[in-house]
């Protein structure tokens, strides 16, 4: 996941975002012309810290990066430093967004890559529009709810509705 799409992602989660570097890509810049994010533009200073909550460090720069998580510690603010799980107090897992549909895919630190591999291969995997099921079921739900009662009769109509979900095999699948 680009850089541009976290922000995005953390901002839509209700984040007041800040973004510290020298240069910046034109998807931030993007971001900074709409006013959804802070942005200055110098190198990493300590006050930079100040009035936030969480840290993230995403620079190509691993003595930047260092500096950051190092200056977060002291002032006992969780920081993650992307792909440096050794710098981080808390990890952050790959997300598959779907609107309503969201997949977190975590290996606990072990492996970003491989996080960021399954993550593609679950992307791959959900139909286009899924989000639009999603969408379709929150607006029916109350709806539902109060039509059939709880437990397995609106669970199976539920089922049902998504039943061609659940019908598409992976074609390398041998069933007995």
Do not use: Q
């Amino acid at each position: 996941m680009s850089r541009a799409r976290k922000l995005d992602l953390l901002r839509r989660a209700g984040a007041r975002t800040r973004v510290v570097a020298p240069e910046m890509g034109e998807a931030i810049a993007a971001l900074v012309r709409d006013g959804r994010i802070d942005y200055r533009a110098r190198r990493f200073e300590p006050a930079d810290l100040d009035g936030a909550d969480l840290v993230i460090a995403a620079t190509d720069e691993r003595s930047v990066n260092e500096a950051v998580a190092t200056a977060a510690r002291a002032r006992h603010l969780p920081v993650n430093v992307v792909d440096a799980p050794d710098l981080c107090s808390f990890i952050m897992p790959a997300i598959v967004d779907r609107g309503r549909i969201v997949a977190a895919i975590s290996t606990g630190g072990a492996s970003p890559v491989l996080a960021r591999l399954i993550r593609a291969r679950i992307e791959l995997a959900l139909p286009h529009g899924i989000e639009r099921l999603a969408e379709l079921a929150a607006a029916w739900r109350g709806r539902v709810k109060a039509a059939l009662p709880e437990g397995a009769p609106r669970r199976r109509f539920w089922e049902r509705l998504f039943a061609p979900l659940s019908a598409a095999r992976d074609p390398r699948r041998r069933d007995p």
